[in-house]
Structures are given as structure tokens and as C-alpha cells.
């Protein structure tokens, strides 16, 4: 009987690939290594930015608390808070400051009142818009306005006083007009009791705070 031979196929082989070249190793930039005198400027700025914020924190809290005291009738406490306001970093809360600051050293002193000047005439109907006495608080304003067309803490008190009065026309023109001079008044005025009242009753109002402010601390 014939014995068949079997044939062994060996496996072909898998083709050896060719190593990749290596791969150029990029070097990357040598970061900038700043000297002692930039690390110290930058310190001193990043400390004078801080103490910055700082103080103007304070200076809010200061004129929070102040017109919290002044609308309590509390004049000397009300006088030493919107005093210390007025030294802060905002110029446009340490105007209103100084001004509020004159009345209550007024009623803690009892001096006469003696209407001559923008300033004057503008303290004396902030007195009369707290006690409520509303006609007189806007002729004495409008007459403060007269002397100073761009005071804008003077268009921000004759707002208010427009408001409570009734004349809602009236209050948003003169709110637009302090907020077009200075644009923080609408940050002021969010934040008072009154004319967030206020914006409850008059649609104007209300659209003028809830806008973007213009400006930033």
C-alpha cells in the first residue's frame, strides 16, 4: 500500500516593517523668568488693587449705615458715618456724604438756616423731604438744580421727591438725567428702600433700575 507524504506549508511570514524615526522632541519655550524688582512692582500693584477694593467696601458700608441712622433721626451717629463716607474712594458717595453731613451737623446744632447757595438750598429740601413737607423739598431742590443744572446728586434727590410726590413722569426724567451724568446713581438707587418702593408703582422707575449699569466700581 502507498504511503502519501504530506506536504508542511510553513506559515508565511508577516512583513517586518521599518522602525518609525523618532520624532524630533520640540523644545519648549523657556518661560520668562521675571526679576526681583518685576516681582515686587507686581506685588505692590496686586496690594494697592486690594486695599482699593477694600476701602471702597467700606466707604459703602459706611454710607449704608449713615443714611440707615439718618432716616432713624439718629443726626450725631448719622453726621460721624457720612463723615467718614465722604473720606472714601468714590467721589460720587463722598459728595452725597458731605452733603448729608451738613444737615445733620445743622440738627444736632440747631444753626439757622441760611438759603444762599446750591448747597444750601439742596440740604434744606432734603430736611423738608424727610419731614415729608413735599413742596417745599422740590421748590427748594429745583432751586438748588437752578443754581447747579448738572448736579447730579441734586436730579438724584429730586427724583425721590418727584416720586413720593406723585409725579412718576417727572421722577424718571430726573433719575435718567443723574444716571446719564453719573451712572453709579443706579446702583444708588437700587439700593434704597424707597425707590425700589417707588419702582413698584411707576413702570418708568422700574425699567431704569433693572437696566445694565453703565459703569462699574
Same mark, same amino acid.
Given at each position: ?14 512583513? @517586518? ?9 520640540? $523644545?519648549?519655550?523657556? @518661560? ?8 515686587? $512692582? ?11 477694593? #477694600?476701602? &471702597? ?8 449705615? !449713615?443714611?440707615?441712622?439718618? =432716616? ?12 467718614? !463716607? =465722604?473720606?472714601?474712594?468714590? #467721589?460720587? +458717595? ?8 451738613? +444737615? ?28 415729608? *413737607? ?6 427748594? &431742590? ?11 446728586? +441734586? ?11 406723585? *409725579?412718576?413722569? $417727572? ?7 443723574? +444716571?446719564? &451724568? ?9 439700593? *434704597?428702600?424707597?425707590?425700589?418702593? &417707588? ?10 433700575? =433693572? #437696566? ?6
Amino acid at each position: 500500500m502507498a504511503t502519501t507524504k504530506k506536504t508542511i506549508v510553513a506559515p508565511a511570514r508577516k512583513p @517586518v516593517k521599518a522602525p518609525t524615526p523618532a520624532r524630533a522632541v520640540q $523644545a519648549k519655550p523657556a @518661560v520668562p523668568v521675571k526679576s526681583a524688582a518685576e516681582i515686587k $512692582a507686581a506685588a505692590v500693584l496686586e496690594a494697592a488693587a486690594t486695599q482699593a477694593r #477694600a476701602a &471702597l467696601q467700606t466707604q459703602m458700608k459706611q454710607w449704608e449705615e !449713615a443714611v440707615r441712622l439718618f =432716616s432713624q433721626k439718629k443726626f450725631g451717629p448719622a453726621h460721624t458715618r457720612f463723615t467718614e !463716607a =465722604s473720606a472714601g474712594p468714590a #467721589a460720587h +458717595i463722598a459728595d452725597k456724604a458731605r452733603s448729608y453731613a451738613q +444737615i445733620c451737623a445743622r440738627k444736632t446744632n440747631g444753626a439757622a438756616v441760611d438759603l444762599q447757595t446750591s448747597d444750601d438750598h439742596f440740604n434744606y429740601g432734603v430736611e423738608r423731604l424727610n419731614a415729608r *413737607d413735599m413742596d417745599a423739598a422740590r421748590h427748594h &431742590l429745583d432751586r438748588a438744580l437752578a443754581m447747579e443744572p448738572n448736579g447730579e446728586h +441734586i436730579l438724584f434727590t429730586l427724583a425721590l421727591c418727584c416720586g413720593l410726590a406723585g *409725579d412718576g413722569a $417727572a421722577a424718571c426724567e430726573n433719575l435718567k438725567r443723574a +444716571i446719564a &451724568l453719573e451712572p453709579r446713581n443706579r446702583i444708588l438707587a437700587r439700593q *434704597d428702600p424707597e425707590f425700589l418702593a &417707588l419702582a413698584q408703582q411707576i413702570p418708568g422707575l422700574r425699567a431704569l433700575l =433693572s #437696566a445694565e449699569a453703565a459703569d462699574h466700581y
